[in-house]
């Protein structure tokens, strides 16, 4: 129980038993007059008071006008007349109201970080040849930490020496383990299933892949959506609208009938607490946490309620190609020398000219290469965005790239007509050939796209790479709309274009690898970054991320956004149906106060069910 319910419940337990006691004195000791005011206010002052205190801090802030200033004025004018078992009764069950709120948000939010229990509790670092176990947050740059079977990774390092699996689920929401080795990336929150691994600390803990998704998650709902600030502003109005009602039957009917002016005023009172709006206030929050802890429960990050709002209304997906439509992984297919340079030169001098690049195209290269490059032979390397690399290699000027590469620099060339991308080398200003590469559609990439048709969604892909392999990717995954040989500010531009051309309403969302397209992410209505696991630039730039490699889980993100909002809409919808009902039926004097605020708990108690089952949706199928 957080401290706020601690609170909240010593307040209760206090009023409750004063009121007990009360009730006990007046009615076995016929006590009435003021000793019986007395004996009520001690008991309506322990339950109120934090309350009113509250209240008066609001009044400084010009934010009085919610449901507390309700049932101020309506417990408050009970006592005025004489009604002091109804006032502290009605206090009673208000403050009950809001200890089941507070217990609600709290189980919701103690839900999502169940979910996703990434936080390590502790790291084993090598010290000479024995082990001290230290907190993670101790744990400095390059110290060695030794991983057992069955514990969590405290923070994101490189194995240095033994093999073994990894569960990524808690992460990716990935099933299968992946099997690592000495080399591979070991990410924070993950967790060692067999074999002792070493591993050489390469994030402090503030800076892991833990620590940040839990950061994220925590402060999803600072993000507020436009259901949250409809709700805000709807009690601001709701609220002097309420108390003009409760005016207005206190004053009108009694000068019609004189005789009642008692019982008009009693239910003017209970109007005000009629129509408190908690379970409007409550359900709407919890049903957006519900929301974002399923998504992440499945390996989805969700950076606040309002990105689950705008999700529902997108119309138009762009997707970037290379590693997030196709697997990013490409292999050489051909290597075609011009001259007198030879297939092994060839290949040489791109895989030392791309030797510090980290881009796909470049790990493949030096894949092929089968050979261990000496970086020592390469010098002035120059990344060209857009075209390639420049560098000199053996203090010979080697350029290797795209079509645009040997275009601007004027070499003159000879094009490969075969699909797949190519990469054309250049030495000392001579074309000495193209290397061929070729890239893999992601198995899922299909469903995605056929999803998005069977819904009148729009798909849209864009791409640096030449005209052909992307008319190839395209017709592969029946994408309609294609933009090929696109320089970075290029897919900036056109999505500027797009945004300008939408109707009003409608939203566009980009989907990228997170890494190389943080600019088009950070300018789309929504940025989709996809296996964003350990990428900085995602986590920042993008509005959700997806942390495996798999653009299908985009379905189920939206059917999760558009499950809240239905889950809000009938929320909001109940509540206020069912506010105007106790109104009118306190108008008519069908209610008493406590019937009131009993029905306002059951209100508020139904739509907290109804928001609590978002954090159990269910991951579907295609």
Same mark, same amino acid.
């Given at each position: 129980?957080?401290?706020?319910?601690?609170? *909240?419940?010593?307040?209760?337990? $206090?009023?409750?038993?004063?009121?007990?006691?009360?009730?006990?004195?007046?009615?076995?000791?016929?006590?009435?007059?003021?000793?019986?005011?007395v004996?009520?206010l001690?008991?309506?002052?322990?339950?109120?008071?934090?309350?009113?205190? %509250?209240?008066?801090?609001?009044?400084?802030?010009?934010?009085?006008?919610? !449901?507390?200033?309700?049932?101020?004025?309506?417990?408050?004018?009970?006592?005025?007349?004489?009604?002091?078992? %109804?006032? @502290?009764?009605? &206090?009673?069950?208000?403050?009950?109201?809001?200890? @089941?709120?507070?217990?609600?948000?709290?189980?919701?939010?103690?839900?999502?970080?169940?979910?996703?229990?990434?936080?390590p509790?502790?790291?084993?670092?090598?010290?000479?040849?024995?082990?001290?176990?230290v907190?993670?947050?101790?744990?400095?740059?390059?110290?060695?930490i030794?991983?057992?079977?069955g514990?969590k990774?405290?923070?994101?390092?490189?194995?240095?020496?033994?093999?073994?699996?990894?569960?990524?689920?808690?992460?990716?929401?990935?099933?299968?383990?992946?099997?690592?080795?000495?080399?591979?990336?070991?990410?924070?929150?993950?967790? /060692?299933?067999?074999g +002792?691994? !070493?591993?050489?600390? +390469?994030?402090?803990?503030?800076?892991?892949? =833990?620590?940040?998704i839990?950061?994220?998650?925590? /402060?999803?709902?600072?993000?507020?959506?436009?259901?949250?600030?409809?709700?805000?502003?709807?009690?601001?109005?709701?609220?002097?609208?309420?108390?003009?009602? =409760?005016?207005?039957?206190?004053?009108?009917?009694?000068?019609?009938?004189?005789?009642?002016?008692? #019982?008009?005023?009693?239910?003017?009172l209970?109007?005000?607490?009629?129509a408190?709006?908690?379970?409007?206030?409550?359900?709407?929050?919890?049903?957006?946490?519900?929301?974002?802890?399923?998504?992440?429960?499945?390996?989805?990050?969700?950076?606040?309620?309002?990105?689950?709002?705008?999700?529902t209304?997108?119309?138009?997906?762009?997707f970037? *190609?290379?590693?997030?439509?196709? #697997?990013?992984?490409?292999?050489?297919k051909?290597?075609?020398?011009?001259?007198?340079?030879?297939?092994? #030169?060839?290949?040489?001098?791109?895989?030392?000219?791309?030797?510090?690049?980290?881009?796909?195209?470049?790990?493949?290269?030096?894949?092929?290469?089968?050979?261990?490059?000496?970086?020592?032979?390469?010098?002035?390397? #120059?990344?060209?965005?857009?075209?390639?690399?420049? $560098?000199?290699?053996?203090?010979?000027?080697?350029?290797?790239?795209?079509?645009?590469?040997?275009?601007?620099?004027?070499?003159?060339?000879?094009?490969?007509?075969?699909?797949?991308?190519? +990469?054309?080398?250049? @030495?000392?200003?001579?074309?000495a050939?193209?290397?061929?590469?070729a890239d893999?559609?992601?198995?899922?990439?299909?469903?995605?796209?056929?999803?998005?048709?069977?819904?009148?969604?729009? $798909?849209?892909m864009?791409?640096?790479?030449?005209?052909?392999?992307?008319?190839?990717?395209?017709?592969?995954?029946?994408?309609?709309?294609?933009?090929?040989?696109?320089?970075? !500010?290029?897919?900036?531009?056109?999505?500027?274009?797009?945004?300008?051309?939408?109707?009003?309403?409608?939203?566009?969302?980009?989907?990228?690898?997170?890494?190389?397209d943080?600019? @088009?992410?950070?300018?789309?209505?929504?940025?989709?970054?996809?296996?964003?696991?350990?990428?900085?630039?995602?986590?920042?730039?993008?509005?959700?991320?997806?942390?495996?490699? %798999?653009?299908?889980?985009?379905?189920?993100?939206?059917?999760?956004?558009?499950a809240?909002?239905?889950?809000?809409?009938?929320?909001?919808?109940?509540?206020?149906?069912?506010? +105007?009902?106790?109104?009118a039926m306190?108008f008519?004097?069908?209610?008493?106060?406590?019937?009131?605020?009993?029905?306002? &708990? =059951?209100?508020?108690?139904?739509?907290?069910? /109804?928001?609590f089952w978002?954090?159990?949706?269910?991951?579907?199928g295609?």
């Amino acid at each position: 129980m957080t401290k706020e319910a601690k609170g *909240k419940s010593c307040e209760i337990g $206090a009023g409750l038993l004063l009121y007990i006691i009360a009730l006990a004195v007046t009615t076995l000791g016929n006590l009435t007059g003021m000793p019986e005011t007395v004996l009520f206010l001690l008991a309506y002052a322990a339950l109120s008071a934090t309350t009113y205190w %509250e209240q008066l801090k609001k009044i400084a802030k010009k934010q009085f006008m919610d !449901e507390n200033l309700l049932m101020i004025i309506a417990t408050a004018g009970a006592f005025a007349i004489g009604k002091h078992k %109804e006032a @502290v009764a009605a &206090m009673l069950f208000y403050q009950v109201g809001k200890l @089941v709120e507070e217990i609600s948000l709290s189980k919701t939010k103690k839900s999502i970080a169940r979910f996703i229990d990434i936080r390590p509790e502790y790291a084993n670092l090598k010290v000479g040849g024995t082990e001290k176990i230290v907190p993670p947050q101790e744990l400095m740059l390059g110290q060695i930490i030794v991983l057992k079977p069955g514990e969590k990774i405290p923070v994101d390092a490189v194995v240095t020496s033994g093999t073994g699996t990894v569960d990524m689920k808690a992460l990716t929401g990935e099933s299968k383990p992946r099997a690592v080795w000495k080399g591979s990336h070991l990410f924070s929150g993950t967790i /060692n299933l067999n074999g +002792v691994l !070493e591993a050489r600390v +390469v994030k402090r803990y503030n800076d892991s892949t =833990a620590a940040k998704i839990m950061r994220l998650v925590e /402060n999803a709902n600072e993000k507020r959506s436009e259901s949250i600030h409809f709700a805000d502003k709807f009690t601001k109005c709701y609220t002097p609208l309420v108390i003009l009602i =409760a005016f207005l039957t206190v004053l009108l009917p009694p000068m019609m009938f004189i005789e009642a002016k008692g #019982e008009w005023i009693y239910r003017g009172l209970i109007i005000l607490v009629a129509a408190c709006p908690c379970g409007l206030m409550v359900s709407i929050p919890l049903a957006f946490l519900g929301g974002i802890g399923s998504a992440a429960k499945q390996g989805v990050l969700i950076k606040g309620g309002i990105i689950l709002e705008k999700l529902t209304k997108v119309d138009t997906f762009v997707f970037d *190609k290379t590693g997030t439509l196709t #697997e990013g992984v490409f292999h050489v297919k051909d290597v075609v020398p011009f001259n007198k340079m030879t297939k092994q #030169e060839l290949l040489e001098a791109a895989a030392l000219a791309e030797s510090y690049s980290k881009h796909p195209v470049a790990v493949s290269l030096r894949e092929e290469y089968g050979r261990e490059t000496d970086r020592t032979r390469v010098t002035d390397i #120059e990344e060209q965005p857009g075209y390639g690399v420049r $560098a000199m290699v053996d203090g010979r000027e080697v350029y290797a790239g795209n079509l645009r590469l040997m275009s601007r620099e004027r070499i003159r060339f000879q094009a490969a007509d075969e699909a797949g991308t190519a +990469v054309y080398v250049a @030495v000392d200003g001579e074309y000495a050939g193209y290397i061929r590469i070729a890239d893999v559609v992601r198995k899922d990439a299909m469903d995605l796209m056929r999803w998005l048709k069977r819904r009148d969604l729009s $798909a849209v892909m864009l791409t640096g790479d030449n005209e052909q392999v992307a008319e190839d990717v395209a017709d592969e995954l029946g994408i309609e709309s294609v933009y090929a040989e696109l320089l970075p !500010e290029d897919k900036v531009a056109l999505l500027e274009e797009f945004r300008e051309d939408q109707m009003e309403g409608e939203l566009l969302a980009f989907v990228g690898d997170g890494i190389n397209d943080a600019p @088009v992410l950070a300018l789309a209505d929504i940025g989709i970054a996809m296996g964003g696991l350990g990428a900085d630039a995602a986590l920042e730039a993008a509005d959700i991320i997806l942390m495996e490699d %798999e653009p299908s889980r985009i379905i189920n993100t939206v059917r999760i956004s558009k499950a809240t909002l239905r889950s809000v809409k009938q929320n909001m919808v109940f509540a206020i149906g069912m506010k +105007v009902i106790l109104i009118a039926m306190a108008f008519f004097g069908f209610v008493t106060m406590q019937n009131a605020i009993i029905a306002d &708990m =059951a209100v508020m108690l139904i739509n907290i069910l /109804n928001s609590f089952w978002m954090l159990q949706y269910p991951e579907q199928g295609v």
